[in-house]
């Protein structure tokens, strides 16, 4: 499913804080707040659809945040940036840490 061990890690926690604290602000982006609801309810959604099609183990993440944040989606390298952004945000905690190896491709 996710062979980013990084993105793998990112998403897990993202599961169980949803289950834990679903209406806990998970990231802002845009001015727009996502909980952690929200951000797990649809990775879930597109993991189904973009795992039939081959998409990258990022890819449901990267799409659940463009969902949330329309805004954020485009082509250029500032989406990208900002999506990887959150995701490393969203890893700080994590043992170790999701950051420098972390990338997601949408």
Same mark, same amino acid.
């Given at each position: *499913?996710?062979?980013?061990?990084?993105?793998?890690? %990112?998403?897990?926690?993202?599961?169980?804080? @949803?289950?834990?604290?679903? &209406?806990? $602000?998970? $990231?802002?982006?845009? /001015?727009? @707040?996502?909980?952690?609801?929200? #951000?797990?309810? !649809?990775? %879930?959604?597109?993991?189904?659809?973009?795992? !039939?099609?081959? *998409?990258? /183990?990022?890819?449901?993440?990267? @799409?659940?945040? *463009?969902? =949330?944040?329309?805004? #954020? &989606?485009? !082509?250029?390298? &500032? =989406?990208?940036?900002?999506?990887?952004? @959150?995701?490393?945000? #969203?890893? !700080?905690?994590?043992?170790?840490?999701?950051?420098?190896?972390?990338? $997601? %491709?949408?």
């Amino acid at each position: *499913m996710y062979n980013d061990p990084e993105i793998r890690d %990112v998403i897990t926690d993202i599961h169980q804080r @949803a289950r834990t604290t679903p &209406s806990l $602000v998970a $990231v802002r982006l845009d /001015g727009q @707040a996502i909980t952690y609801r929200e #951000l797990d309810e !649809r990775i %879930v959604d597109y993991r189904t659809v973009l795992e !039939r099609y081959g *998409m990258s /183990g990022g890819s449901p993440f990267a @799409a659940a945040l *463009m969902h =949330c944040v329309p805004n #954020l &989606s485009g !082509r250029d390298l &500032s =989406c990208a940036r900002r999506i990887n952004d @959150a995701a490393v945000w #969203l890893g !700080r905690h994590l043992d170790p840490p999701a950051h420098g190896g972390l990338r $997601v %491709v949408s």
